[in-house]
């Protein structure tokens, strides 16, 4: 027997959230996976060079310092490179990339009822792709100016701006309308947010971090047996927890994609309305017809 379909436009509460994530990822691990890797594949392996260039470089240095070499002050904050600024952009445009697959992905299903393909995924992923990746970049300074002038500001900022890329898939939000769409939904919401993103960081931390503490162990021991040197597969091992740490990250964003559809539904009532007309209707959506995101 088929597994009844998940509504996504529903009011949820905490724990609806969490079990809804799981149970949603379960229903749809292989397509959800498959486009993942389709899509976002290139943008993680390239992540996983430059971390691994970086994660060398940084141990190079590291290991000076151990051994008592003496470089000029250059010499030790050159880990703040060209390498690393590599990693921080490359880092935003993965993470942009993830944002703009779970969200293009969840739409999909929420009109058509079915796992769209990776083909599908991937025409709306190339329509929203750069305006994601350009608001990700405008969102980490502002969250970081945030951070800077009080701590408060930053938490506030961060749980307000989460579901952006949420709001420019479902809505052809422009940077404004999404800026503020944003503040629209979290209007007394804004802790339940919270304690929801803070509860899935913390899945996916300690998830992502057993795994690829598991892993690293299996690395750096087979180094070592080979070339008998203890810090050989360091860079190596930091490649590996790079790319873990990003499949980990589907619970966050299908976790904050559900609470996106939550206040949605809370602010607009699109899913009741919706189940109303199609109250004692036969009628089902083609799940042939391409979408356009």
């Not at 305006?131 to 961060?158: E, H, N």
Request: glycine share 6%.
């Amino acid at each position: 027997m088929a597994q009844q379909k998940i509504q996504l436009r529903k009011i949820r509460d905490f724990g609806d959230n969490l079990s809804d994530t799981f149970q949603f990822i379960r229903q749809e691990f292989k397509p959800l996976l498959t486009a993942f890797i389709f899509i976002a594949g290139i943008f993680l392996l390239a992540n996983a060079i430059v971390a691994g260039l970086y994660n060398q470089q940084a141990l190079g240095i590291f290991s000076a310092l151990v051994k008592g070499v003496t470089y000029d002050e250059s010499r030790y904050f050159s880990f703040l490179s060209l390498t690393y600024f590599s990693l921080l952009l490359i880092t935003l445009l993965t993470l942009s990339a993830m944002r703009t697959i779970i969200a293009v992905y969840m739409h999909y299903y929420d009109e058509n009822g079915t796992s769209p393909t990776p083909q599908q995924i991937w025409k709306g992923f190339a329509r929203n792709i750069l305006p994601i990746f350009i608001f990700s970049i405008i969102r980490f300074v502002v969250i970081i100016v945030g951070y800077i002038m009080c701590l408060a500001p930053g938490v506030y900022l961060t749980v307000v701006l989460m579901p952006f890329s949420f709001v420019i898939v479902n809505e052809n939000a422009s940077f404004g309308d999404a800026f503020t769409r944003c503040f629209d939904l979290i209007k007394e919401n804004f802790w339940i947010s919270l304690a929801i993103y803070l509860v899935a960081m913390l899945i996916f931390s300690i998830g992502s971090g057993i795994i690829g503490f598991v892993i690293g162990i299996i690395t750096e021991a087979v180094s070592y047996f080979t070339t008998k040197k203890i810090d050989t597969g360091l860079p190596i091992v930091g490649a590996l927890l790079n790319l873990i740490e990003y499949f980990f990250y589907i619970i966050f964003f299908v976790s904050a994609g559900l609470q996106y559809y939550t206040l949605v539904e809370i602010h607009d009532g699109t899913g009741l309305a919706r189940r109303l007309e199609n109250l004692g209707s036969n009628v089902h959506p083609d799940t042939n017809i391409e979408e356009e995101f």
